[in-house]
């Protein structure tokens, strides 16, 4: 299983390196211009080593003026050459790019349109007639409470309602659904969730055979918090109210410029569950003690939920329908509520 979420890991990756990792025919050119600049100070600034050990040479009496002359017209010769060379290399590749660019195979940079991005067997890039993409892109981060649903109820629960918290950031592309209607949206992507609970009553997290079981500590603990971290594959339907404006005769369909909200779920996996306490020993040194293990915590993870809010700004929910702990009598389910900022 962690060798699965690992594999989601990496599509993460993949996707991030898909959607802004393209380049442009302005930034190719501007790096090959970069790279001459750089080859002209580096071969400059050897010629000057070179001529100053001359000239140390010369003051030595080690060589008459006139081999230090011929010296340094030998090494100008040199570096002049070698500049030649390095820069019909970059001039190669120039005219390469220049004739990617007359075929049609480099686009322009075009500000009006979203960053897009292929995948095996699917193709996200669904555009108008007039070129305007379908499908945008965001950055995903969201933080707030977090707490456990114990027999339906949150209430009297054994965990800090402040103390305990939540946060989760990743990817997501957001897909008009509708040609010409600009209300409905499909809206997926891959993220990282981090979920933590501070247990009450001076408490942590004991692993007893196959169940997991909150136990009083004989020490007094300044901090209990335990720690899931998940990668999941959340997908919303998203209602969004932006509208559509017309410019140059172009139908232009906005999003996360109005009010819109969202309705899904989740699926993933559990990467890590770690537990750490603070203490203070019986000499009186701070004690930070981590635990990675087990705990019996469930490896798949699957949940439902929704955001309201305006723009780039939401108010979240989320709750998973799959028990935090496999084997426990009495099942807890996570619960978070925050704040979730989509930034496009």
Same mark, same amino acid.
């Given at each position: ?8 890991? *990496?599509?993460?990756? !993949? ?60 090494? @100008?010769?040199?570096? @002049? ?12 590749? !120039? ?40 499908? #945008? ?17 949150? @209430? ?33 992507? !891959? ?41 999941? !594959? ?8 932006? *509208?559509? #404006? ?8 906005? #999003? ?52 309201? *809010?305006?723009? @780039? #700004? ?31």
């Amino acid at each position: 299983m962690r060798n699965f979420t690992l594999y989601l890991a *990496g599509i993460l990756i !993949l996707f991030l390196t898909q959607v802004y990792g393209q380049e442009t025919f302005e930034s190719r050119a501007k790096s090959i211009a970069i790279k001459i600049e750089s080859i002209t100070k580096e071969e400059k600034v050897a010629l000057k080593d070179e001529v100053e050990s001359v000239n140390v040479d010369l003051e030595k009496n080690l060589i008459t003026k006139e081999q230090a002359d011929e010296k340094k017209a030998k090494f @100008a010769e040199i570096r @002049a050459k070698n500049i030649e060379t390095r820069v019909a290399e970059m001039q190669v590749e !120039l005219n390469t790019l220049v004739q990617e660019k007359v075929d049609g195979k480099i686009k322009e940079e075009d500000s009006t349109r979203r960053y897009s991005f292929s995948f095996p067997n699917m193709k996200i890039r669904d555009k108008l007639k007039f070129g305007e993409s379908r499908t #945008t892109s965001q950055f995903v981060f969201a933080f707030g409470i977090n707490n456990l649903v114990t027999n339906k109820a949150v @209430a009297n629960s054994d965990y800090r309602y402040w103390g305990s918290h939540f946060y989760e950031w990743g990817v997501t592309w957001n897909t008009r659904i509708l040609k010409n209607n600009n209300l409905l949206h499909a809206k997926y992507g !891959l993220s990282f969730m981090y979920n933590n609970l501070r247990p009450t009553e001076n408490r942590y997290f004991v692993e007893n055979g196959k169940y997991t079981n909150l136990e009083v500590s004989a020490t007094h603990l300044d901090d209990s918090r335990f720690r899931n971290v998940y990668i999941v !594959l959340p997908l919303h339907l998203e209602f969004d109210f932006s *509208g559509k #404006t017309q410019k140059d005769d172009k139908t232009i369909f906005r #999003t996360h410029k109005s009010f819109r909200f969202g309705v899904g779920g989740y699926f993933g996996g559990n990467i890590k569950s770690k537990q750490i306490l603070c203490y203070e020993d019986e000499n009186g040194n701070n004690v930070r003690q981590k635990t990675k293990g087990d705990f019996n915590v469930n490896d798949f993870i699957y949940g439902t939920s929704a955001y309201i *809010g305006y723009q @780039a #700004t939401s108010l979240y929910v989320k709750y998973d329908l799959s028990p935090l702990f496999r084997n426990n009598a009495i099942e807890q389910n996570n619960i978070s509520l925050g704040l979730r900022f989509d930034f496009n």
